[in-house]
């Protein structure tokens, strides 16, 4: 499994989605596994990757959180979560994001 997070340069989310990517990746058994952060700094390079905001997580290549008409773009992201919007997606979210290898929305 290849996961890597996308973010813009001084995302204030970066070092929240990598600790709840963590332990998200240790709660469903995937504790050896590991990702890679990834900053996008210009509109070419994000619509290039289909970059809809920061953070975004990349699960073999694919965001499991991608909401259709989204525009790539330098942005930030907000994330419908079970707790409302927020700027990272919910451990619940991830853990079945990383269950199904990232070809499903949460």
């Known amino acids: 499994m290849e996961i890597e997070i996308l973010v813009v340069p001084g995302c204030p989310n970066e070092k929240p989605v990598a600790d709840q990517l963590r332990r998200a990746l240790d709660d469903v058994g995937l504790s050896r596994e590991t990702f890679t952060t990834r900053v996008i ?3 070419a390079e994000a619509e290039q990757v289909g970059f809809t ?3 975004t997580v990349l699960i073999d290549g694919r965001d499991p959180f991608a909401e259709p008409g989204r525009v ?4 930030c ?3 419908r ?3 409302g919007l927020a700027g990272v ?3 619940r979210q991830l853990r079945q ?3 199904d290898g990232g070809g499903a929305r949460s």
């Open 72 to 75: 790539p773009g330098l942005a």
């Open 97 to 99: 994001a990383l269950k």
């Open 53 to 55: 905001g920061s953070p």
């Open 89 to 91: 997606p919910a451990l």
């Open 41 to 43: 700094d210009g509109q």
């Open 77 to 79: 992201r907000v994330y």
């Open 81 to 83: 979560t079970p707790g």
